[in-house]
């Protein structure tokens, strides 16, 4: 997968004759549960993702693929900015499907996801790296007078700048079932769930990007970095620490090993952490932390015996946050922010305060910093 045309120019041609020619290619699809597959009958054959990658393997049947799985249900791109390097560019990938409008969606959009999002795009594309955007429907977007998708537009501005093709399934989603081709329930077949589709809509996810990647190839797309950014530039610079490499550890915590299973695949955290720093019992002390930066995250692992935290930012009011209640049957992903809109130019201490009984863990993965000079250290 690691090739000469990486980290040069992000050209859909380029990508095209080197899979003609049978090379080496890695490709990535980073996103959410649409992207993964939640409520296709078999996520490894008919998601989206799936589709895709098989349509690539029937056009260029001499290329050698390796296709990597970056999705985790339930996130927003502010996370998917922190997993950039790890899960995504250190697969040295050659072209990267990227999808987060729905997750990251809210009326009016969030500015800070704006933020992520478009941070994600240009780190792709500055390492040379071509990005299809993928712009998915839930099942009350094709509904007869459904409401506008702001989030929507303000993608395609990224998209657009950066000169990325977009697979856009809402509008195809709409003209077939307009059209008497498709209908609503045929496409989400798997009520109550309106969210994720099934394989019929997963079909049509994966028609509107490969529409999308065709286009970019038959027009000679070449995906650019403008000069200036559209948003703020929050998610360029960030830093993911993980707790088991700081120097010390307060009483009470050890290094240990993300859970294997989970709720659901996608939520498997020994995919997406290297180790877990665990505080046990009544007896484990705060973890205190200085950090410079403008967002702060904890990334890490819910399960049915976590305990609650506590939470304060420079001594101020403390928030708790419980990883173990949407995990009371079964593993899940622990994704909280912790702090937001801090002033970057000097140091605050955060204290995380385990408010464990007998028997209950808090397990963290990393505290992640958005924002420069995004700086983390253990305060002894």
């Given amino acids: 997968m690691t090739s000469p045309a990486f980290a040069s120019r992000a050209d859909f041609v380029e990508f095209d004759r080197r899979a003609q020619a049978g090379e080496k290619l890695g490709i990535v699809f980073l996103g959410g549960s649409l992207t993964w597959g939640a409520q296709a009958t078999d996520p490894q054959l008919t998601s989206y993702r799936a589709l895709t990658s098989r349509r690539l393997e029937e056009r260029y049947p001499r290329a050698r693929f390796r296709f990597w799985d970056a999705a985790i249900g339930g996130t927003t791109s502010q996370l998917g900015a922190f997993r950039l390097e790890r899960d995504v560019l250190a697969r040295k990938p050659d072209l990267v499907f990227l999808d987060f409008t729905v997750n990251d969606d809210s009326v009016p959009p969030v500015a800070d996801r704006l933020a992520s999002y478009e941070a994600i795009v240009r780190?792709?594309?500055?390492?040379?790296?071509?990005?299809?955007?993928?712009?998915?429907?839930?099942?009350?977007?094709?509904?007869?007078?459904?409401?506008?998708?702001?989030?929507?537009?303000?993608?395609?501005?990224?998209?657009?700048?950066?000169?990325?093709?977009?697979?856009?399934?809402?509008?195809?989603?709409?003209?077939?079932?307009?059209?008497?081709?498709?209908?609503?329930?045929?496409?989400?077949?798997?009520?109550?769930?309106?969210?994720?589709?099934g394989d019929k809509g997963y079909a049509l996810y994966a028609g509107a990007v490969w529409a999308a990647y065709e286009k970019a190839v038959a027009e000679k797309q070449v995906c650019r970095v403008p000069e200036t950014m559209l948003h703020a530039d929050t998610y360029m610079a960030v830093k993911r620490v993980r707790l088991s490499l700081l120097d010390a550890l307060p009483e009470g915590w050890s290094v240990g090993n993300p859970h294997r299973s989970a709720v659901a695949f996608d939520f498997v955290m020994s995919r997406w952490a290297d180790d877990m720093t665990i505080a046990r019992g009544v007896d484990a002390k705060p973890l205190r932390l200085t950090v410079r930066g403008t967002n702060v995250l904890v990334f890490g692992e819910g399960t049915p015996i976590s305990g609650r935290y506590e939470v304060r930012?420079?001594?101020?009011e403390p928030?708790?946050?419980?990883?173990?209640?949407?995990?009371?049957?079964?593993?899940?992903?622990?994704?909280?922010?912790?702090?937001?809109?801090?002033?970057?130019?000097?140091?605050?201490?955060?204290?995380?305060?385990?408010?464990?009984?007998?028997?209950?863990?808090?397990r963290i993965e990393s505290v992640c910093v958005s924002g420069a000079p995004a700086a983390v250290k253990v305060v002894q």
């Fill in 319 to 362: 928030k708790t946050y419980d990883p173990g209640q949407p995990a009371k049957s079964g593993n899940f992903r622990h994704v909280q922010f912790i702090a937001q809109d801090l002033a970057a130019d000097r140091e605050h201490v955060v204290e995380i305060r385990p408010l464990l009984t007998e028997g209950q863990e808090l």
């Fill in 313 to 316: 930012v420079d001594g101020g």
């Fill in 123 to 197: 780190k792709l594309v500055s390492a040379g790296v071509p990005v299809v955007q993928a712009i998915f429907a839930v099942k009350k977007d094709v509904l007869p007078g459904a409401a506008e998708r702001p989030l929507d537009v303000a993608h395609k501005i990224i998209a657009q700048a950066y000169g990325l093709p977009s697979g856009d399934a809402v509008t195809l989603m709409r003209a077939k079932i307009a059209a008497g081709e498709a209908t609503v329930d045929e496409l989400w077949d798997a009520p109550p769930d309106a969210t994720h589709p």
